[in-house]
């Protein structure tokens, strides 16, 4: 399933930010609470908690409770059609580079005779 423009929009706020890609990273490998990650950064434990807003927002990240505590894990069906996406990006940009090869590579007329 193809994501929509908002979606897209979304996606590519989300991973704008490096502290927001570090997170996402950090989700791929395990779940950890937003308290665990918060630790790790030199920022408020409420910055931390709107960059995972971002990310869950973009659904990039899944939030659960657990107790008291907020768990975040990342989200594989949402990585793997963002992943897709890109894919089709450089499927065009490879298809371009391709014409502009065979372009190049078309003998050219040198003589200025215009035959």
Not at 75 to 102: F, S, T, V
């Amino acid at each position: 399933m193809e994501l929509s423009e908002t979606e897209i929009d979304r996606v590519f706020h989300a991973l704008a930010a490096a502290t927001r890609r570090d997170i996402l990273r950090r989700t791929i490998e395990r779940e950890q609470s937003v308290s665990a990650l918060a630790r790790d950064y030199d920022m408020s434990f409420a910055a931390v908690q709107k960059h995972v807003a971002v990310l869950e927002e973009a659904r990039l990240i899944v939030k659960r409770a657990e107790g008291r505590e907020r768990l975040v894990r990342a989200n594989p069906e949402m990585i793997a059609r963002a992943r897709a996406l890109l894919g089709r990006y450089e499927q065009l940009w490879r298809a371009r580079i391709a014409r502009l090869d065979d372009l190049l590579a078309e003998p050219h007329d040198t003589t200025g005779s215009g035959d």
